[in-house]
């Protein structure tokens, strides 16, 4: 079968733009395969994968794997990458892996939205990385390896104490923020009319900030090019 790499107990089948595990590759390969490479393709299923009792490593980076994502029970599993996939849902992928791979001790989300850190956002910062594994280890208490950081002892204690108010929930944006115009989205307190740097025409109108202040002279609205 092209793209098929068969050595030994390990099976790869990379680079192939499959959408979902071949039937055939299950019913050749499953019976024997230790570990398991499907990274590079449009995996949005794991149907198939039931094939494969007896895995003890899966590879699933760069596929489009979401918070949908269900795994068969792999009582052998030791090894599970995600890498770069479109996974949000940290709390539930955890859950489950609780669930169907008791075995597992190296665990790596690296590019999900689930993984806070700056390969998904500029925004996140070590903190919030930090804050996650103590997350992760809260969970899956025998992972021996995260992302590409060996597990240390401190982190395992932390997550003991303090694990379980990691979860960092993220605010759900409103009806009335989505609907909101490029222009509220970016408040400035100028008129459309002023806003252009030539425009220097004296301009009348309201503020959101209005000034109690003992000695105001009024709700008076300064622009800077005044100053």
């Known amino acids: 079968m092209a793209g098929l790499v068969v050595s030994g107990t390990q099976v790869s089948y990379i680079g192939q733009d499959c959408r979902e ?3 055939h590759l299950g019913r050749d390969c499953g019976h024997f395969a230790k570990r398991l490479d499907l990274s590079f393709n449009l995996l949005r299923s794991l149907e198939g994968l039931s094939a494969f009792r007896s895995l003890e490593e899966l590879i699933l980076d760069n596929n ?6 269900v795994l068969p029970g792999l009582p052998q599993l030791h090894t599970l ?3 770069k996939n479109q996974i949000s849902d940290l709390e539930c992928l955890l859950d489950h892996l609780a669930e169907v791979t008791p075995a597992l001790e190296y665990l790596s989300l690296l590019g ?4 806070p850190n700056e390969l998904v956002s500029l925004e996140k910062d070590e903190e919030d990385y930090k804050r996650y ?3 992760v280890l809260y969970k899956l208490p025998n992972l021996k390896f995260l992302d590409a950081r060996k597990v240390t002892r401190q982190e395992r204690e932390e997550a003991l104490v303090r694990g379980a108010f990691m979860k960092v929930v993220k605010p759900k944006a409103s009806s009335e923020d989505v609907a909101a115009s490029p222009e509220r989205c970016h408040y400035t307190p100028l008129p459309s009319a002023s806003r252009e740097l030539t425009s220097h025409r004296g ?3 309201k503020t959101r900030y209005v000034y109690y202040g003992k000695n105001s002279e009024g709700n008076r609205f300064i622009r800077d090019d005044q100053l």
């Open 64 to 69: 489009l794997l979401g918070d949908d994502l």
């Open 81 to 83: 990458t995600l890498n």
């Open 203 to 205: 301009i009348l109108g």
């Open 133 to 135: 594994r103590c997350f």
């Open 21 to 23: 595990i071949p039937e």
């Open 112 to 115: 999900n939205v689930a993984c």
